[in-house]
């Protein structure tokens, strides 16, 4: 059974960029969500995806988007990039079909902006 | 919004000895779930132990077990027998699903283990 994956690892940006941050899920879970957690908190939900569409969204501007593709694996965008965006963001998987409520965890992206 | 609070930054116990954790969470919900999640230095989170709300008993795994208080919306958890590997940010989370369905976290309490 292959885990959670992300990609990068690391990231540095500057303000006013954008980027795309990458997660393939666990094998057999089709749900995805998006956390971002800043140094010292705990993590911040962004968004969910579950077959392809958004299913859920937290205190996040627009400029956070996300897609989910056929193999359930996601991409989260964040466009014009600022300061307080440096954070570690993580991706979890799921399954819908087992109430969705376990969710595993990937090593995360560390983003910084500068 | 649902709120979950740990009101311990820092905690820190001897190897072998018993550490108790802390939770609160804020909710009018009557069926949701409770998480202990385990963050190490190599950042990758990791489920302890799991406390589904409609269940009265104590969720165990192992040397972790959940003191769970539904009434006081209250959710703590025991480590027994500390190891030196338990050293992390231990994180609470509340879950209910509904559409829309999140993971609200608390802001976690990093635990020492002294050898």
Known sequence: E???????????????QQVTLRCSSQSGHNTVSWYQQALGQGPQFIFQYYREEENGRGNFPPRFSGLQFPNYSSELN??????????????????????GNEQFFGPGTRLTVL | ???????????????????????????????????????????????????????????????????????????????????????????CAYYRWYTGNQFYFGTGTSLTVIP
């Open chain 1, 78 to 99: 964040v466009n014009a990039l600022e300061l307080d965006d440096s954070a570690l963001y993580l991706c979890a998987s799921s399954s819908q079909t087992s109430g």
């Open chain 2, 1 to 91: 919004a649902q709120t979950v609070t740990q009101s311990q930054p820092e905690m820190s116990v001897q190897e072998a000895e018993t550490v108790t954790l802390s939770c609160t969470y804020d909710t009018s919900e009557s069926d949701y779930y409770l998480f202990w999640y385990k963050q190490p230095p190599s950042r990758q989170m990791i489920l302890v132990i799991r406390q589904e709300a409609y269940k009265q008993q104590n969720a165990t795994e192992n040397r972790f077990s959940v003191n769970f208080q539904k009434a006081a919306k209250s959710f703590s958890l025991k480590i027994s027998d500390s190891q030196l590997g338990d050293a992390a940010m231990y994180f």
């Open chain 1, 2 to 16: 292959t885990g959670v994956t992300q990609s990068p690892t690391h990231l540095i940006k500057t303000r006013g």
